[in-house]
């Protein structure tokens, strides 16, 4: 062996230690990144041909290694803008210029615009949420956008469906079809039930409906429907102002073995309440399904529940985020409006993505192509608000790596010495 060679080997030995060290060094200062995953240093041997009595040492060559695919502890919050991911996948960001990027650094805040920004300066992206679930491009970012929830000004929604699941008291007295509340008057009227429910116009006014149901037969019942700004101010009900009958008597039919409505029934059942364009009887009133499938007969008392939608004026107080992604403001009237969904990322090896400043990744040759889908489906984790993923950092650990670096190090610088040493003899062997 050449003693050039030996210097060479104890020099690639150093560097190769003092690249271990450069990883050790960066994983104690990332100790306390959220999401942040441990470098390590991975050696290989690079050896030479060799002749018979004559050996030629070669060197050691390194791979930088980030355990991406290993996830960290969690630790909660009290902001539920704080995200984890409980499981594989990563959350979707982009920068200031647009680029879309991976992590699974969820310490998100919202920044001036009421824009969602983790501490990297990253925003969160998510599908826009319709009257439909969000659809996800598989294998592209396009239609995804910043997850903006601003509190800028009041929003109110006017209602459009609303939804009765209630019981009818099969043992109740049948109502003489001549008393049935048919009209406004209120002459004789009589009922079997009667409830009321609070729908939103389209400027967040609380209108009132007041709902009758009375028991002509057996098995058979019959369902009006009035404007409760009708209503007499003594008696809160009858007799109602005029053109206050919103919708008429509708029969509804139950089978008498399970009490739930009949086939024919069904049809009838849902009713659609007139906007301002549809008679103008509530102004500003948004045309409203209300759905009453939901009925039974049966020998209980009357119990009832009402689902409607829309809100008043109010402005969002603060978000939520379900664990299929769902981002969901919520007012100050404790109503929940959903958003958003936030996409997930994935890639067959995460281990092999490119790593970029601010704890993000990006889509390398080795990796494989990003594939993009909601939380809680196709093996991508579920979303813990409220939550942040800790660094994978071991700082006992690294500070094993460290003694072993550096004794290798000083070892290889041995070496080193020797063979400048061993040089030097042989230099002087002229004089």
Do not use: C
Request: no cysteine; glycine share 10%.
């Amino acid at each position: 062996m050449s003693l050039y060679g030996m210097m060479r080997t104890g020099s690639s030995g150093m560097n190769a230690q003092a690249s271990r060290l450069s990883t050790v060094a960066d994983n104690i200062a990332n100790s306390g990144t959220t999401g942040y995953k441990a470098a390590s240093t991975e050696f290989s041997s690079l050896l030479l041909p060799s002749v018979s009595g004559n050996y030629n040492s070669g060197a050691v060559q390194t791979d930088i290694r980030y355990g991406i695919s290993n996830q960290g502890a969690l630790q909660y919050t009290s902001s539920t803008t704080d995200l984890a991911i409980n499981g594989g996948g990563f959350f979707v960001v982009e920068d200031t210029s647009g680029v879309p990027y991976m992590t699974r650094a969820g310490s998100f805040v919202p920044n001036g615009s009421g824009e969602l920004v983790n501490a990297g300066g990253y925003k969160l992206l998510g599908y826009p949420y319709t009257t439909d679930d969000p659809t996800p491009v598989v294998n592209g970012y396009a239609g995804l956008e910043p997850i903006k929830i601003s509190s800028d000004g009041l929003i109110a929604t006017g209602s459009t469906f609303g939804e009765f699941i209630a019981n009818l008291d099969a043992s109740a007295d049948i109502v003489d079809p001549a008393d049935l509340p048919s009209d406004t008057s209120g002459v004789d009227t009589d009922y079997t039930h009667k409830t009321s429910i609070k729908a939103f116009d389209t400027l967040g006014n609380e209108v009132l409906f007041d709902v009758y149901f009375s028991k002509t037969g057996d098995n058979t019942w019959e369902m009006a429907i009035f404007n409760a700004a009708g209503r007499d101010a003594t008696s809160g009900s009858f007799p109602y102002a005029v053109d206050s009958l919103v919708v008429p008597q509708i029969p509804l039919e139950f089978d008498p073995t399970t009490g739930k409505l009949t086939a024919a029934s069904e049809p009838d059942a849902t009713v659609v309440l007139p906007g301002a364009d549809a008679g103008g009887l509530v102004p500003n009133m948004l045309e409203m399904t209300l759905d009453f499938t939901s009925l039974t007969q049966l020998s209980y008392d009357f119990t009832i529940r009402a689902e409607v939608n829309g809100n008043a004026p109010s402005e969002v107080e603060k978000i939520q985020v379900s664990g299929d992604g769902v981002v969901y403001a919520q007012y100050e009237n404790g109503d929940l409006l959903p958003m958003y969904r936030l996409a997930m990322a994935t890639v067959q090896s995460p281990d092999q993505l490119n790593v970029i400043s601010g704890n993000v990744y990006s889509q390398s040759n080795e990796s494989g192509i990003v594939i993009l889908g909601f939380p809680g489906a196709n093996g991508m984790g579920s979303i813990v608000s409220g939550a942040l993923e800790n660094s994978t950092v071991d700082i006992a650990e690294e500070l094993t790596r460290m003694i072993e670096s550096q004794r290798t190090y000083t070892a290889n610088s041995k070496v080193f010495q020797t063979g400048s040493d061993l040089m030097e003899v042989l230099v002087n062997l002229k004089r």
